[in-house]
């Protein structure tokens, strides 16, 4: 009777273990196929990171994930802005979103709380420096025009009756007059004259510029310029310096390009004490070639650099205010645009750029 109990325990035993392994077993291929199936999922979260990764850095906006002060991500486009400086501005603003100026540098941006995440939230940051400038440039040139057109008109209305007060003048001097009235006449004859010429000047600098286009380097242009004003400012001490990186020959108006960069010499020689240094430097950047004028003279402050392309706009005691109105229409002739950084103390550098075509 022992016996057969046991036996029988013995088989259910076996049936037991017969049945523990095949269940093992199922359960071994279960783990198995889960864990490829995790490996396959972790191979594709990987592929979605990198891919989110690459669409991140591929965007022409900074984004960076913070946890209070702490970036735990930062795209291609954060790094090469050099973030660091705005995020110090925008946890000083403690906005949400907004506008900020770094020197001479814009920005726009957002931020907002990453949902499900304590602490942590994204920032947005576009560089808006380029079409800050576009918005100044159209702004100025609107202005300019409407400035050039009212001093056209005033110098017309001047100009009528002027004939007529220089012919009366003169026939004044033609009476047998006392000496003493004949200087009062040839004193208003003389005012008359210098109004006319004037009026003759800021009809000059107000027309449209017609262009006598030539297949010149600019930077041979430049080079005369030098020669013929590099004594005169060695004679004050001034350090002149030009580099050149042309590629070729650009179609412009050599005689007009003379006279813009010599006012644009004549400036930063003007801003500069006994000595200082003045730097000319003609390269390619993209579309455009580009002409530069620095110097590290006065500079200017903001309220001055914003009115120095107005017409008979000046800062000097015997100026007339019509040498950088000049650059600029020079300048706009050619289909090119103007730009000028400054800081007091520090000097001014004016920038020119030209249609490469």
């Known amino acids: 009777m022992e016996k057969e109990l046991l036996r029988d325990a013995f088989l259910e035993f076996s049936r037991a273990s017969e049945s523990l392994i095949a269940y093992y077993s199922l359960l071994e291929k279960t783990v198995e196929a889960l864990k490829r199936e995790i490996e396959q999922k972790n191979r594709e979260l990987e592929s979605t990171k990198e891919d989110l990764r690459t ?52 920005y726009r941006w957002k931020r907002e709380s990453l949902s499900g995440r304590k602490n942590q939230e994204i920032v947005v940051i576009e560089d808006t420096t380029e079409v800050e400038k576009m918005r100044e440039r159209l702004e100025m040139d609107q202005r300019l025009k ?38 009062y006449v040839e004193h208003i004859s003389e005012g008359i004259r210098n109004i006319d010429r004037i009026v003759n000047n800021l009809l000059s600098y107000t027309k449209p510029k017609s262009l006598c286009l030539r297949k010149v380097r600019l930077s041979d242009v430049i ?66 070639t580009v002409l530069v004028v620095a110097d590290n003279g006065r500079g200017m402050t903001e309220e001055v650099k914003k009115s120095i392309f107005n017409p008979f706009f000046t800062t000097k005691e015997k100026g007339v205010g019509l040498g950088l109105f000049t650059v600029y229409n020079i300048v706009k002739a050619h289909g090119g645009f103007i730009e000028v950084e400054s800081k007091v103390n520090e000097g001014t550098r004016f920038t020119i750029f030209l249609p490469t075509g």
Not at 75 to 94: S, T
Not at 158 to 177: H, Q, V, Y
């Open 146 to 183: 409407a400035m050039g057109e009212m001093a056209l008109r005033i110098a017309h209305e001047i100009k009528n009756p002027l004939g007529s007060m220089e012919l009366f003048a003169s026939m004044l001097l033609k009476d047998t007059l006392e000496e003493k009235q004949k200087s």
């Open 55 to 106: 669409i991140l850095d591929s965007l022409p906006v900074a984004v960076i994930v913070m946890e209070e002060d702490r970036v735990l991500f930062s795209n291609n486009r954060a790094r090469e802005m050099r973030f660091e400086p705005i995020l110090e501005r925008i946890n000083l603003d403690g906005k949400k979103e907004g506008e900020t100026k770094i020197s001479a540098s814009s």
């Open 223 to 288: 080079r005369e310029i030098l020669d013929f004003m590099r004594l005169s400012f060695e004679q004050s001490g001034i350090e002149l310096t030009f580099r050149e990186r042309e590629k070729g020959p650009k179609s412009v108006d050599p005689h007009l390009m003379k006279l813009a960069v010599m006012n644009l010499l004549m400036n930063a020689k003007e801003a500069l004490d006994q000595g200082g240094k003045i730097e000319i430097e003609v390269k390619e950047e993209g579309k455009f």
